[in-house]
């Protein structure tokens, strides 16, 4: 079975501050999907990156950054130098050999000024 | 190009009625997906239509259906409807290619609320 963890419920940061959102995945499959995505309190999903299976480079995206370890089944987001707009809830997906999003439980950040 | 719409936004309606959602995807985008979310159960998928077929389903009752339209618009509805489905109903449009495709990006509409009382 497919499943996401994200632990962490909510964060508070004061703006500036870095922050490490976590997600853990659990899947059988071989080749999969994972992703990020932002909710705003306006509801929509905000796309923020994906990474497959095959692809462990972490990869950062001017102050985002994420790191996939496979040996962890992580695949964490950090935002550098926080600042208010962060604020949101951050939802981690998993997909499989279908385009079948498995979310997280997300994690609300609130960012402080 | 215009993103994914969802109409209505806001809904109110009671115990025992249906009701009835539409979502209109990405132009040139053939596959749709809904989603339930709700604060105890988080995001939930419920089903993926691609060309008209149900492709894909998840774990919710019969109550829960959907249809697809030959210009891939998507309406879901729900019958006899009970407070615990009062939910925030996203939609999500990708280009939905046939099988043994890579993952095809999803793009998310802002939502239906729906309020049972």
């Known amino acids: 079975a497919q499943k996401v963890t994200q632990a962490q419920t909510e964060i508070s940061v004061v703006e500036k501050e870095d922050v490490t959102l976590d997600c853990v995945y659990e899947t059988r499959d071989t080749t999969y999907y994972l992703f990020w995505y932002k909710q705003p309190p306006s509801g929509e999903l905000v796309f923020l990156i994906r990474r497959n299976s095959f692809d462990e480079q972490n990869e950062i995206s001017g102050r985002y950054s994420w790191n996939f370890q496979k040996s962890t089944s992580s695949f964490n987001f950090t935002i550098t130098a926080s600042q208010v707009v962060d604020s949101a809830v951050y939802f981690c997906?998993?997909?499989?050999?279908?385009?079948?999003?498995?979310f997280g439980t997300g994690t609300r950040l609130q960012v402080f000024p | 190009k215009a993103g994914v719409t969802q109409t209505p936004r806001y809904l109110i309606k009671t115990r025992g009625q249906q009701v009835t959602l539409s979502c209109s995807p990405i132009s040139g985008h053939r596959s749709v997906s809904w989603y339930q979310q709700t604060p105890g159960q988080g995001l939930q998928f419920l089903f993926e239509?691609?060309?008209?077929?149900?492709?894909n389903k998840g774990n919710f009752p019969g109550r829960f259906s959907g249809r697809q339209f030959s210009n891939s618009r998507s309406e879901m509805n729900v019958s006899t409807l009970e407070l615990g489905d009062s939910a925030l109903y996203l939609c999500a449009s990708s280009l939905g290619q046939g099988a043994g495709r890579s993952y095809n990006e999803q793009f998310f509409g802002p939502g239906t609320r729906l309020t049972v009382l």
């Open positions: 997906a998993l997909s499989g050999v279908t385009d079948k999003l498995i």
């Open positions: 239509y691609f060309s008209e077929t149900q492709r």
